[in-house]
């Protein structure tokens, strides 16, 4: 299984962004909405380069990031993720 899951950074702000490609993530779009409404959080659509996407911006973006992954996509406490940053410049100490 593969989840895709994108934070970004716009007008000075982070958010969470469902990106409307994959005909999963079209599909569960009312259900991403509802997940993201039910704590109160604001859903605007958008789109750049061409894709459509549905952004969240709030407090906190990683238990709606869980929620997300455990609710709709299917993951579970012990799934296992590779990560990939784009366009990000690590300047901190490496922790490894």
């Known amino acids: 299984m593969v989840y895709n899951v994108q934070f ?3 007008a ?4 969470l962004d469902r990106c409307l490609i ?3 993530n079209i599909e569960d779009a009312h259900r991403f909405t509802g997940l993201a409404h ?3 959080h604001d859903v ?3 789109s750049e380069n061409g894709v ?3 952004r969240v911006a709030c ?3 990683a238990m709606l990031c869980r929620h997300l992954l455990t ?3 299917g993951a579970t406490y012990d799934s296992e993720f590779d990560m990939r940053a784009e366009g990000v410049r690590w300047t901190g100490d490496d922790p490894h």
């Open 8 to 10: 970004s950074i716009e």
């Open 52 to 54: 459509r996407y549905l």
């Open 38 to 40: 039910a704590p109160g």
């Open 71 to 73: 609710d709709i996509c």
């Open 59 to 61: 407090r906190d973006l």
């Open 22 to 24: 994959a005909p999963a």
């Open 44 to 46: 605007s659509e958008r």
């Open 12 to 15: 000075g702000g982070a958010g």
